[in-house]
Antibody, heavy 124, light 107 residues
Framework: EVQLVQSGAEVKKPGESLRISCKGS????????ISWVRQMPGKGLEWMGRIDPSDSYTNYSPSFQGHVTISADKSISTAYLQWSSLKASDTAMYYC?????????????????WGQGTLVTVSS | DIQMTQSPSSLSASVGDRVTITCRASQSISSYLNWYQQKPGKAPKLLIYAASSLQSGVPSRFSGSGSGTDFTLTISSLQPEDFATYYC?????????FGQGTKVEIK
């Protein structure tokens, strides 16, 4: 069974750093890209960026470039989303999602499995 | 960047109703359009991919159509478990944008 299991909820202060995780199981972790998606309280879904776990190639939404870092450790089938200096506006639910659904020889074009979400609260 | 616009933002409907949600892309995205359902406190769930293909396990009352810039999600007979928020998403360009969502509420 394919699963993406995310780390637990976090409460942080502005300016602190944070790394949250997403562990894949039940499939070949290096064969499918992982994206991170933000959902602010009461709002819609925003794509933040993606990573190819096979070589850690990343690309980011312009809205998030420079503010977060996406990485992966293929030896433990885990992707990460990291902040070096949190802001109150980073308070949100964060989801990881696997690229699947329908695929060409090089890419897949939907999110077929999602993590359960990690709630990040940033407050002084 | 490609912008995705859904309409309506919300709707009220009764069990058994036929419901249609539309999604418009700011430029042609061929058939690189997906639909997701999200219930409160839960992760989104893939319903339709490639504009019209039903994801495995999704009831056949859900269907999708369209290509280019205009797309539609239809629920043929609304069931109690279908009350949720629905999002379209394009996967044509590098930045995979979502629509703003359509909340389907009980009438």
């Amino acid at each position: 069974e394919v699963q993406l299991v995310q780390s637990g909820a976090e409460v942080k202060k502005p300016g602190e750093s944070l790394r949250i995780s997403c562990k894949g199981s039940g499939y070949s972790f290096t064969s499918y890209w992982i994206s991170w998606v933000r959902q602010m309280p009461g709002k819609g879904l925003e794509w933040m960026g993606r990573i190819d776990p096979s070589d850690s190639y990343t690309n980011y939404s312009p809205s998030f470039q420079g503010h977060v870092t996406i990485s992966a450790d293929k030896s433990i089938s885990t992707a990460y989303l990291q902040w070096s200096s949190l802001k109150a506006s980073d308070t949100a639910m964060y989801y990881c999602a696997r690229h699947g659904g329908y695929c060409s020889s090089t890419s897949c074009y939907a999110y077929d499995y999602w993590g359960q979400g990690t709630l990040v609260t940033v407050s002084s | 960047d490609i912008q995705m616009t859904q309409s309506p933002s919300s709707l009220s409907a009764s069990v058994g109703d036929r419901v249609t949600i539309t999604c418009r892309a700011s430029q042609s995205i061929s058939s690189y359009l997906n639909w997701y359902q999200q219930k409160p406190g839960k992760a989104p769930k893939l319903l339709i991919y490639a504009a019209s293909s039903l994801q495995s396990g999704v009831p056949s009352r859900f269907s999708g159509s369209g290509s280019g810039t205009d797309f539609t999600l239809t629920i043929s007979s609304l069931q109690p478990e279908d009350f949720a928020t629905y999002y379209c998403q394009q996967s044509y360009s590098t930045s995979w944008a979502f629509g703003q969502g359509t909340k389907v509420e009980i009438k």
